[in-house]
């Protein structure tokens, strides 16, 4: 344990819903002071990949987010559901908003979306070799449109920032330090 670790003296959840947990922590630095109402919301954890088709064409995703009210590209990704490990997730994911399946997942990085509010970490993946094997299989609050491009397409993307979601733009530098694609 750190010597910069807080000390949590109470909680008090102020909401739990399925999606998004309130709570308010009091709190004790380690100089003494006391944070009587520090909020950190609760999110389950995520999972996103860059995938990359037998083709060696990278898989994004558009669909709408009300919290914004806008179409935002994207790629595959979605919530860990309970008893799920990342790795699971995201199978599950690439093939219910893409149809496809792949030879190869592989970690990348794991990420906070914002640890200063927040506690939920996403698991970021390298999918390659993927297949189409099925149709997409979305939940009743899901409407994503598929589109497959080149790599140097989604390089002009990511420069002209087209991906806004942070930790989906995060998980395509990583990829693309990983396949030697930076320049």
């Not at 309970?82 to 790795?87: I, K, L, R, S, V």
């Not at 094997?133 to 939940?139: F, G, R």
Request: net charge negative; with cysteine.
């Amino acid at each position: 344990m750190s010597k910069l670790n807080w000390k949590r003296l109470s909680t008090k959840y102020l909401v739990q819903e399925k999606w998004a947990t309130l709570r308010v922590d009091t709190c004790r630095m380690p100089n003494g002071t006391e944070i009587p109402d520090y909020y950190v919301l609760e999110y389950p954890d995520w999972v996103n990949a860059v995938a990359i088709t037998e083709d060696t064409k990278v898989i994004i995703i558009r669909q709408y987010r009300h919290a914004v009210a806008e179409v935002i590209t994207e790629i595959p990704g979605g919530c860990i559901d309970p008893g799920e490990t990342p790795a699971q997730a995201i199978e599950r994911e690439l093939l219910e908003e893409t149809g496809y399946q792949f030879d190869k997942i592989e970690l990348m990085a794991n990420l906070y979306a914002n640890p200063s509010t927040g506690n939920n970490k996403t698991w970021c993946y390298l999918a390659t070799g993927g297949k189409k094997v099925q149709e997409q299989h979305l939940d009743g609050r899901e409407e994503i449109e598929v589109e497959l491009i080149s790599m140097d397409h989604l390089k002009e993307m990511l420069l002209e920032n087209k991906f806004q979601q942070a930790l989906h733009a995060s998980a395509i530098f990583y990829a693309l330090i990983k396949l030697g694609s930076v320049n």
